[in-house]
């Protein structure tokens, strides 16, 4: 077990008490903030060049479990900021220098949904837009954020160049009370909003390109930064789900030793309710291991000099987001079975399923258009489905 885990299961009883507050102030607490910074996790995918640590992907993601199981919020925003050295590994060396150059500590959001427009203006962009589900915002000093180059005019082109843009905090706006949800409230995912801020080119990477793994060559040296950015993301969102998962399973354990149904069954007893736990926990554990099992197998190729292809990419977020449905479905099953106490906000089961089932609506968890995407692969139909892989 790496020792940024063995951090966050020592500081667990600080994790959990601090979940309900992080929820009522709509981010994390600072003792809570504190407990990842101090484990050290989110600089597990950091390169070494920058203070990082350049760990194997199953590091990260036991992390981003450990961190979810005692706190959704936390889980959450550990696997978003968390894997964002990932991609900044990869840029250009200026911009890696000035995100870590003062202090390998600093902490980068985003989100990637191409809300921006950037307007070419020299050796860069004049950008603006707003996005929505900036996780963990109000601890990041930087964001990275998915915009569509225009033409000198400001129109879109009819096939727009979309790009990743990397702003210092002072360059952006964080919209105070923005974020009013029915779980994960604590990861304070608020809006960040942009007007005309100039982005210079270094500052910039290519959407697709960087799937691609077009940018690994400034990482030759090191296999784990040849992995699909987009495969990485998406496993990182399904870990801080699982972990989520672990967590709500563990609080029904709880409560089954001492629930009694209307006919006097204690629910540890009770083998519909022994059954439907006995499934989610088998799901669970296998959609760990298959995620956990694929990364390093990957992980073991890149090693060897040989690329991803496109058609591992989508067999492997097939998997994923299954693994995910069936942890989703498993909860539900089980949480229907406990009974009118289930729903009482007083009580733990209740937000916990509220945490999950909204990490549930996360593009990287949905299921129907990567099973599209990786069909229309496997069968050469030609249809072309935009999806994160």
Same mark, same amino acid.
């Given at each position: 077990?790496?020792?940024?885990?063995?951090?966050?299961?020592?500081? *667990?009883?600080?994790?959990?008490?601090?979940?309900?507050?992080? @929820?009522?102030?709509?981010?994390?607490?600072?003792?809570?903030?504190?407990?990842?910074?101090?484990?050290?996790?989110?600089?597990?995918?950091?390169?070494?060049?920058?203070?990082?640590?350049?760990?194997?992907?199953?590091? +990260? +993601?036991?992390?981003?479990?450990?961190?979810?199981?005692? !706190?959704?919020?936390?889980?959450?925003?550990?696997?978003?900021?968390?894997?964002?050295?990932?991609?900044?590994?990869?840029? @250009?060396?200026?911009?890696?220098?000035?995100?870590?150059?003062?202090?390998?500590?600093?902490?980068?959001?985003?989100?990637?949904?191409?809300?921006?427009?950037?307007?070419?203006?020299?050796?860069?962009?004049?950008?603006?837009? $707003?996005?929505?589900?900036?996780?963990?915002?109000?601890?990041?000093?930087?964001?990275?954020?998915?915009?569509?180059? &225009?033409?000198?005019?400001?129109?879109?082109?009819?096939?727009?160049?979309?790009?990743?843009?990397?702003?210092?905090?002072?360059?952006?706006?964080?919209?105070?009370?923005?974020?009013?949800?029915?779980?994960?409230?604590?990861?304070?995912?608020?809006?960040?909003?942009?007007?005309?801020?100039?982005?210079?080119?270094?500052? #910039?990477?290519?959407?697709?390109?960087?799937?691609?793994? /077009?940018?690994?060559?400034?990482?030759?040296? #090191?296999?784990?930064?040849?992995?699909?950015?987009?495969?990485?993301?998406?496993?990182?969102?399904?870990?801080?789900?699982?972990?989520?998962? $672990?967590?709500?399973?563990?609080?029904?354990?709880?409560?089954?030793?001492?629930?009694?149904? *209307?006919?006097?069954?204690?629910?540890?007893?009770?083998?519909?309710? $022994?059954?439907?736990?006995?499934?989610?926990?088998?799901?669970?554990?296998?959609?760990?291991?298959?995620?956990?099992?694929?990364?390093? $197998?990957?992980?073991?190729?890149? &090693?060897?000099?040989?690329?991803? @292809?496109?058609?591992?990419?989508? /067999?492997?977020?097939?998997?994923?987001?299954?693994?995910?449905?069936?942890?989703?479905?498993?909860?539900?099953?089980?949480?229907?079975?406990?009974?009118?106490?289930?729903?009482?906000?007083?009580?733990?089961?209740?937000? !916990?399923?509220?945490?999950?089932?909204?990490?549930? #609506?996360?593009?990287? !968890?949905?299921?129907?258009?990567?099973?599209? *995407?990786?069909?229309?692969?496997?069968?050469?139909?030609?249809?072309?489905? !935009?999806?994160?892989?």
């Amino acid at each position: 077990m790496h020792k940024s885990v063995e951090y966050i299961h020592a500081h *667990a009883p600080t994790l959990r008490e601090q979940h309900v507050p992080s @929820d009522e102030l709509g981010l994390l607490t600072e003792p809570a903030r504190d407990i990842l910074r101090d484990s050290g996790g989110v600089r597990l995918l950091q390169a070494k060049s920058h203070g990082g640590m350049e760990s194997v992907p199953t590091d +990260f +993601f036991e992390w981003v479990r450990a961190v979810g199981r005692y !706190n959704a919020s936390a889980g959450w925003i550990a696997g978003v900021v968390g894997v964002h050295p990932f991609e900044v590994a990869v840029v @250009d060396h200026k911009l890696q220098d000035e995100i870590y150059g003062a202090d390998p500590d600093t902490w980068v959001a985003s989100p990637y949904a191409p809300n921006g427009r950037a307007v070419p203006e020299g050796d860069g962009y004049r950008f603006s837009g $707003q996005w929505q589900y900036s996780t963990g915002t109000d601890h990041c000093d930087w964001v990275v954020l998915g915009g569509l180059v &225009t033409d000198a005019n400001g129109e879109l082109p009819d096939q727009p160049e979309m790009c990743h843009f990397f702003l210092p905090r002072g360059d952006y706006e964080i919209v105070d009370d923005s974020w009013h949800v029915m779980g994960l409230s604590g990861t304070g995912s608020k809006d960040i909003r942009i007007q005309d801020a100039w982005v210079p080119a270094y500052r #910039t990477v290519q959407h697709t390109s960087l799937a691609d793994g /077009e940018y690994g060559h400034r990482r030759a040296e #090191t296999p784990v930064f040849q992995i699909p950015w987009g495969c990485m993301f998406s496993a990182a969102i399904a870990s801080a789900t699982f972990g989520i998962a $672990q967590g709500a399973l563990e609080e029904y354990r709880e409560y089954m030793q001492t629930r009694i149904s *209307a006919m006097g069954v204690v629910g540890k007893t009770d083998p519909f309710q $022994q059954a439907a736990l006995g499934e989610v926990e088998a799901d669970l554990a296998a959609g760990i291991t298959h995620v956990d099992t694929m990364m390093m $197998q990957w992980l073991d190729q890149v &090693t060897k000099g040989d690329a991803i @292809d496109h058609g591992q990419r989508l /067999e492997f977020r097939r998997n994923q987001v299954r693994a995910v449905q069936r942890v989703l479905f498993g909860v539900d099953k089980l949480f229907a079975s406990a009974g009118s106490a289930a729903v009482w906000t007083t009580r733990p089961l209740e937000r !916990n399923w509220r945490d999950l089932r909204t990490a549930g #609506t996360h593009v990287c !968890n949905m299921a129907d258009g990567i099973y599209g *995407a990786w069909a229309n692969h496997e069968f050469d139909t030609g249809i072309f489905s !935009n999806v994160m892989y």
